[in-house]
């Protein structure tokens, strides 16, 4: 128990260092999405083979991670960096 006590007493952030790490590997695969603007539903994500949907404003992806790990998927923060 005091390992992980110690553990969280070095962060710096108020993020966990798992979260930085899921979030990091998210933001490499966004790269790889080819992203479409539709201004019914939001943004829609091409990761072939699938098509994916990103309503920012509910916070949901249709993959489903977004919702699951409270930690933006690929397809979401690909959806952030278009422009």
Request: aromatic share 10%; hydrophobic share 40%.
């Amino acid at each position: 128990m005091n390992q992980i006590r110690d553990f969280c007493e070095k962060w710096i952030i108020d993020v966990s260092p798992m979260a930085m790490k899921v979030l990091a590997e998210n933001a490499e695969y966004a790269s790889k999405c080819e992203v479409r603007f539709n201004d019914d539903i939001g943004f829609e994500i091409g990761d072939p083979p699938y098509l994916h949907i990103v309503n920012m404003k509910r916070k949901q992806c249709s993959c489903r991670s977004w919702q699951l790990k409270g930690i933006p998927c690929a397809h979401t923060i690909a959806a952030m960096y278009y422009k």
